[in-house]
């Protein structure tokens, strides 16, 4: 299984863009890369994945090099409402069961 | 949207009980699962089902057990509430795989945050 590692935490002020960054030295071929969203009392949301390249979808945009070994969640122009916690996940889309939620990256946006 | 529903947002048992927990979903989802979360632990899985009466174990299983009678429906169970059972417990559901292509996202309720004293 593909460990990940993102930091413990990051700040930004409303307006910027935020970029989370996340280490998967390990993953396999047939791995692909899931970010969820969680906010205080609520479950994880799916936010966006990717397998390579670039994904885009309305909320962030996933970016992924070619040797695959890292994935950069951005969020562009964040809110106050983006304050959450991101995990970042990395598995088979056959081995749902084997995903793991790491202890994530609490994002703090700053009015 | 999909909506996975947890029974209680908060309980309160005491040691030794035997405490249910219910979740149910409504859009017709094979794949249920059971985390718990803990801070500075993330999220670990519990147990999963992909589809009546079936169930999986996960990362830590031992002092619980689940029960998927119907399709929307997965219920954990700790058979001896003890106080290290403390937590918050997330129900998700998903669609199954596909064949090829990226996997289902997890549908998640809001959580049951349970205190055992």
């Not at chain 1, 390990?26 to 969203?37: L, V």
């Not at chain 2, 059971?34 to 169930?55: E, H, T």
Request: glycine share 6%; net charge neutral.
């Amino acid at each position: 299984l593909a460990k990940t590692t993102q930091p413990i935490s990051m700040d930004s002020y409303e307006g910027q863009e935020v970029n989370i960054t996340c280490s998967h030295n390990n993953i396999a071929t047939n791995d692909y890369i899931t970010w969820y969203q969680q906010f205080p009392s609520q479950g994880p949301r799916f936010i966006i994945q990717g397998y390579k390249t670039k994904v885009t979808n309305e909320v962030a945009s996933l970016f992924i090099p070619a040797d695959r070994k890292s994935s950069t969640l951005s969020l562009p122009r964040v809110s106050l409402s983006d304050t959450a916690v991101y995990y970042c996940l990395v598995g088979a889309p056959y081995n749902t069961d084997k995903l793991i939620f790491g202890t994530g990256t609490r994002l703090q946006v700053f009015p | 949207d999909v909506k996975v529903t947890q029974s209680s947002r908060y309980l309160v048992k005491r040691t030794g009980e035997k405490v249910f927990l219910e979740c149910v979903q409504d859009m017709d989802h094979e794949n249920m699962f059971w985390y718990r979360q803990d801070p500075g632990l993330g999220l670990r899985l519990i147990y999963f089902s992909y589809d009546v009466k079936m169930k999986e174990k996960g990362d830590i299983p031992e002092g619980y057990s689940v029960s998927r009678e119907k399709k929307e429906r997965f219920s954990l169970i700790l058979e001896s509430a003890s106080t290290n059972q403390t937590s918050m417990y997330l129900c998700a559901s998903s669609l199954p795989p596909p064949l090829v292509g990226p996997g289902e996202a997890q549908h998640f309720g809001d959580g049951t945050r349970l205190s055992i004293l």
